[in-house]
């Protein structure tokens, strides 16, 4: 199996495989050996049928799946092993060949993780917050909650604009399906289908999955962000404080580690309201 790197760029990377003819036949092998088991031939317990007989009653098509998926399968372990990717999404088949009689050609993608360069953040923030000081002052006159909501909002958007993150189209797709799924789940519990559901909401679903879409790169962006300002300050949970979040919302130990994340960011937030 030859990888080769075409194209890395805004952190996706792009690789051609190509498998040789050898390297196929033995995976057929492999997979009518595992899909004969499963077949019952007339004259024969389930998976006793001699493999040439067996063979001759198994899908075709379902073999060649089968050692498509085994290849890529193989091909994705590969390839990080050889290119070292920190990988931020599952790996996208672009294109599939398998009518070569030599060799099966196909190219994937790999979401990598962003590396973000933060730059002189913090006089970013308080530039930000100095052209909207008065503001400011007269919204935390009125309610104090709100002011500090609108003051993180403006540091979020500030981070936004200011810090370059490219997120994989495939990443921030897959959060859209996700939302998607949650909305379907919705609809169906008041018994709506989704197009009563969207006339309800006035929306159609190109417009929803837009908002979607859009939500989900800015989340995503303002996470790596915050993990990167994180690391820069040496914002860290500690073990009390991710017991003591634990013990008070009734989280399991071996769901502990989530909980760090957690804690991690909204102490972030906390330090980025004091600039």
């Keep these: 199996m030859e990888i080769k790197e075409l194209k890395k760029e805004k952190n996706v990377a792009s690789v051609e495989v190509i498998v040789t003819r050898k390297?196929?036949?033995?995976?057929?092998?492999h997979a009518v050996d595992e899909l004969s088991s499963q077949v019952t031939v007339k004259g024969f317990r389930q998976g006793k049928a001699p493999k040439a007989i067996a063979e001759q009653h198994?899908?075709?098509?379902?073999?060649?799946?089968?050692?498509?998926?085994?290849?890529?399968?193989?091909?994705?372990?590969?390839?990080?092993?050889?290119?070292?990717?920190?990988?931020?999404?599952?790996?996208?088949?672009?294109?599939?060949?398998?009518?070569g009689?030599?060799?099966?050609?196909?190219?994937?993608?790999?979401?990598?993780?962003p590396e973000v360069i933060l730059g002189d953040?913090?006089?970013?923030?308080?530039?930000?917050?100095?052209?909207?000081?008065?503001?400011?002052?007269?919204i935390t006159d009125k309610d104090p909650d709100s002011a500090r909501r609108a003051n993180l909002d403006s540091t979020y958007q500030t981070l936004l604009k200011g810090i370059e993150v490219d997120i994989p189209s495939s990443v921030v797709e897959e959060e859209v399906?996700?939302?998607?799924?949650?909305?379907?789940?919705?609809?169906?519990?008041?018994?709506?289908?989704?197009?009563?559901?969207l006339q309800a909401i006035n929306r159609t679903m190109d417009q929803v999955k837009e908002e979607y879409r859009k939500s989900a790169l800015e989340s995503?962006?303002?996470?790596?962000?915050l993990l990167e300002i994180a690391k820069k300050e040496g914002i860290e949970a500690t073990q009390k404080e991710i017991e003591d979040l634990a013990k008070s919302a009734g989280i399991p130990e071996n769901q502990h580690r989530r909980l760090n994340s957690l804690i991690q960011r909204r102490k972030t937030v906390d330090f980025l309201s004091t600039l």
Aim: hydrophobic fraction near 35%.
């Design 23 to 29: 390297e196929i036949d033995a995976e057929r092998d």
């Design 58 to 99: 198994l899908n075709q098509e379902k073999v060649t799946d089968h050692v498509l998926n085994h290849l890529l399968s193989e091909a994705v372990s590969k390839t990080l092993s050889e290119y070292k990717y920190s990988l931020l999404g599952r790996p996208v088949l672009e294109s599939v060949d398998t009518k």
């Design 101 to 113: 009689e030599t060799e099966w050609k196909f190219s994937l993608s790999f979401p990598l993780y």
């Design 121 to 138: 953040y913090q006089k970013m923030i308080k530039s930000a917050k100095k052209s909207t000081k008065a503001k400011k002052e007269t």
């Design 177 to 197: 399906s996700y939302s998607l799924e949650r909305l379907t789940s919705q609809a169906k519990s008041l018994n709506l289908t989704m197009d009563k559901y």
């Design 220 to 225: 995503l962006k303002l996470d790596f962000i």
